[in-house]
């Protein structure tokens, strides 16, 4: 069965240090607003239609204002994509919004944060196994993977020596092990028995990514990150080999500013290229998936989109996180993400339970049938 799933957007506000914020919301914990000619830096509007717009008011699904806590923002961006995803249906939940404005807080905290900050990642993990552990009978299998996109190339955070990363896209969606469009080829999908093993390969990730980081050169603010939870269920007695899958993927994407071309050289102007690129055809895809005229979606321009193919417009329930800066020398940046986010709530992805059918599965049930039977008739 089928439903119709609208991506939610969560707007997150991160706290100001030293600076008072620029913007405001407003009582219905839904409604964000920017005055430009109240921004005490002298900063103006950008050149819209109406020159002389200098307010400008954004409605999003839930805001969450800087005294949000991070088990808060558990339990609105991700707490019914868990309940979801072990019913059988795939999740994403992706943070975006410019460099500094939280998405990694957001999405990992930090290792070395205390427990109550810790961030969407590792909550997910430890709700998963807390709801395996009370339904014992359903045999569920949990893998994580964590990939990295960095200037259209991929790396396994798990395993950085996996070579020959490629993103495979099933001919039949529902026929694939996770009923989703799309996988990556010859990434490392560890099994994970507890938490920890879970928590481990996060952890381990993490670190490779910041060792690889340092031994390439590469800016981890222009990468994007995606750790996958791929769960497979089954019951433990008298079903006929039917299995239950489904993946949540978690995502830290690169920061939203555009970086400028100009006076960048080299490595830094092919960078450049590419982030810019990657964030520009995820709008593309946005805006070809807001306008109902539109048969056409461009997924494969990037290995960004492609693997989000699901996420957006596919088999997925969906949330955004916007994470917004609200000091004034960023009130571009936030318009700009602001106004992704509109257009990324106009979206509806369709979801389904995914099922498949294990026939080994089911044979060796039959064969294990057939002995308790012949020992029960003393054969
Ligand atoms: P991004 O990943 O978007 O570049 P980070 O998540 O790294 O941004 O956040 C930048 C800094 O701000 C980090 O030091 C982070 O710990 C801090 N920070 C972000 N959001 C919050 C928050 N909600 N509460 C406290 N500190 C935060
Ligand atoms: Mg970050």
Do not use: W
């Not at 970086?259 to 946005?286: D, M, P, R």
């Amino acid at each position: 069965m089928a439903g119709v799933s609208k991506v939610r957007v969560v707007g997150r506000l991160r706290p100001t240090v030293n600076l008072a914020p620029q913007l405001r919301v407003l009582g219905d914990g839904k409604t964000i607003d920017i005055d430009f000619s109240k921004s005490g830096d002298g900063s103006r509007p950008p050149k819209t239609v109406d020159h002389q717009k200098k307010q400008f008011s954004f409605v999003l699904d839930d805001v969450l204002d800087m005294s949000a806590s991070q088990e808060q923002v558990y339990s609105t961006c991700a707490a019914d994509l868990v309940d979801a995803a072990l019913e059988g249906i795939n999740g994403t939940i992706f943070a975006y919004g410019m460099t500094g404005a939280g998405k990694t807080y957001t999405m990992s905290g930090s290792p070395s944060l205390s427990f109550g900050r810790r961030g969407l990642i590792p909550r997910v993990i430890q709700n998963i196994f807390q709801k395996i552990a009370s339904n014992p009978s359903t045999i569920t299998t949990i893998r994580v993977s964590f990939l990295e996109i960095y200037n259209e190339k991929l790396y396994d955070l798990i395993r950085p020596e996996s070579k020959g990363l490629t993103i495979h896209e099933s001919g039949d969606p529902s026929s694939s092990d996770s009923g989703s469009a799309t996988s990556v080829k010859n990434l490392s999908m560890p099994l994970c028995q507890t938490e920890h093993d879970a928590l481990d390969c996060l952890f381990q990730g993490e670190t490779n990514r910041v060792i690889a980081a340092h031994r390439l050169n590469k800016n981890s603010t222009r990468s994007h990150c995606i750790f996958t939870i791929h769960i497979s269920q089954r019951q433990s007695v008298g079903d006929r080999g039917d299995v239950i899958v489904s993946k949540l993927n978690l995502v830290d994407l690169a920061g939203s500013e555009r970086v400028s071309k100009t006076g960048s050289e080299g490595v830094i102007l092919k960078e450049a290229n590419y982030i810019n690129k990657s964030l520009s055809f995820l709008e593309q895809v946005v805006v070809a998936l807001s306008d109902a005229k539109r048969t056409h979606i461009p997924y494969r321009q990037s290995k960004l989109t492609h693997f989000l193919q699901d996420s957006l417009g596919g088999n997925s329930k969906t949330t955004m996180v916007a994470n917004i800066s609200c000091i004034a020398p960023h009130l571009h940046e936030t318009l700009s993400t602001l106004r992704f986010a509109e257009r990324v709530m106009t979206i509806s992805n369709v979801v389904k339970v995914n099922v498949t059918h294990d026939p080994v599965l089911y044979i060796k049930r039959l064969e294990k049938q057939i002995e308790e039977l012949k020992m029960e008739l003393d054969l």
